[in-house]
Each structure stands twice: as structure tokens, then as C-alpha cells.
């Protein structure tokens, strides 16, 4: 069984600050697939980023990139030039992948509480 | 195209009654997975349906809940005789093909029950 782990429960920071999300993971599995989710007040679940294991490259999205680190079992989430609006709840996600093209469900984290101050 | 769409968002029931809750999987999706919140929690899963077919119930309950995905209409997760314990978000999320290539699942709302 996989398992997620936050280590920060809230995190607080200046508009257009950089801000780093911590997560880590434990599996055995050796492909996957890692993302992190953000949920803002409304409660929708929106994906922000995605990185497949197998690849070494750091995924970006705009102002969104990952620090993954396979051996160490990391995958931190750095915002850029935060905005008001990346006021949200923010959830690290695993999922395994099979060889045969199906896939399990998400295990998540228990989220970290990011606050953008003006 | 909309999303995926859970109905209702919000339900309340008291003790020991039954709870449907209801998600349309976004158009040309067949793979249906669900989820519980519980308050300062992340998403927990609970079982994964592609149509007619239960693929991977490991996070349900054994006792007192249910999930269909029939061939037509949308998915349906049955909480029987309902507890406090139960009071929780429920997130449904749905993906056209599960795995390689394509592994982004796409959210509902979330339904929002209390028991009181």
C-alpha cells in the first residue's frame, strides 16, 4: 500500500512571494504517476500539476514546478510570483500505474493550508 | 462539454435512513471513481467502476455501502442506514481511459452529506 505524507498543515506567505509545498511518499511500485491538486473554498479538486515517475524532467506548468526526486521519494510543489488566488487547500496525490494500461485509484495526502497574504 | 456533475451537493438525513448520491461522469468517460472527505482530511478512495463493472472496491466500507455504474445513467453510491460517522464530503471523479497515456481524472463538486 502506498501512503502520502504533508508535513505542513499551513503554510502563510506574501503576494507574489515564491512558496514551496513539501510531500513525500512511500511505495515500492516503480511506475507511477504524481500530482498535485488544489482546493479552493468551493470544494472542486483542480488539477494543478502531474509527473510521470519514469520521466527525470521536473514538469512545470506556468508558474508551477515540481522538484521530484525518485530516490528520496519527494515531490515538492514550488509556486511562483503567488497570486491571491492560489489561496486554496493544495493535495499531493499518488497513483500506481500497471503495466497493461489500467490504473488504481488516487491516495492522497491531508493537504496543506496555503495562505497568500496582500 | 460539461463536467462532471454530482447531484445533490448538499444532503441532509437523519439516523438510519439511506443516502443516494449521484455523478454523471463527464461525456465520453466510462471510468467512474469515488472518494470521501472527511473534515481537515484528504481524499480517501473508495471504489473505482468502469460501466456495468466493479473494478476495485478495496476502500469501501463492507457493510451498509454500495456503488453501480449501470449501463445507462449515472453512477450511484448507496449509503444504508445512515450514522453520524458518515456525515463527510463524497467526491466522484471520472476519466475516459485509466492509465498509460491518460491518467487525468477530472472532479465533481462533491456532495456534501450530514447526518443528524
Known amino acids: 500500500a502506498q501512503t502520502v505524507t504533508q508535513s505542513q498543515p499551513e503554510m502563510s506567505v506574501q503576494e507574489a512571494e515564491t512558496v514551496t509545498l513539501s510531500c513525500t511518499y512511500d511505495?515500492?511500485?516503480?511506475?507511477?504517476?504524481l500530482f498535485w491538486y488544489k482546493q479552493p473554498p468551493s470544494r472542486q479538486m483542480i488539477l494543478v500539476i502531474r509527473q510521470e515517475a519514469y520521466k527525470q524532467q521536473n514538469a512545470t506548468e506556468n508558474r508551477f514546478s515540481v522538484n521530484f526526486q525518485k530516490a528520496a521519494k519527494s515531490f515538492s510543489l514550488k509556486i511562483s510570483d503567488s497570486q491571491l488566488g492560489d489561496t486554496a487547500m493544495y493535495f499531493c496525490?499518488?497513483?500506481?500505474?500497471?503495466?497493461?494500461?489500467?490504473?488504481?485509484?488516487?491516495?492522497f495526502g491531508k493537504g496543506t493550508h496555503l495562505i497568500i497574504q496582500p | 462539454n460539461a463536467g462532471v456533475m454530482q447531484n445533490p451537493r448538499h444532503l441532509v438525513r437523519r439516523r438510519g435512513q439511506e443516502a443516494r448520491l449521484r455523478c454523471s461522469p463527464m461525456?465520453?468517460?466510462?471510468?467512474v471513481y469515488w472518494y470521501r472527505q472527511l473534515p481537515e482530511e484528504g481524499l480517501k478512495f473508495m471504489v473505482y467502476?468502469?460501466?456495468?463493472?466493479?473494478?476495485?472496491e478495496s476502500g469501501m466500507p463492507k457493510e451498509r455501502f454500495s456503488a453501480e455504474f449501470p449501463k445507462e445513467g449515472p453512477s450511484i453510491l448507496r449509503i444504508q442506514q445512515v450514522v453520524r460517522g458518515d456525515s463527510a464530503a463524497y467526491f466522484c471523479?471520472?476519466?475516459?481511459?485509466?492509465?498509460?497515456?491518460?491518467?487525468?481524472?477530472?472532479f465533481g463538486q462533491g456532495t456534501r452529506l450530514t447526518v443528524v
Open positions: 471523479a471520472s476519466s475516459p481511459r485509466a492509465g498509460q497515456g491518460n491518467t487525468e481524472a477530472f
Open positions: 511505495t515500492s511500485e516503480n511506475n507511477y504517476y
Open positions: 461525456k465520453g468517460h466510462s471510468h
Open positions: 467502476l468502469q460501466k456495468e463493472n466493479i473494478i476495485d
Open positions: 496525490a499518488f497513483m500506481k500505474q500497471y503495466s497493461g494500461g489500467g490504473a488504481d485509484g488516487l491516495t
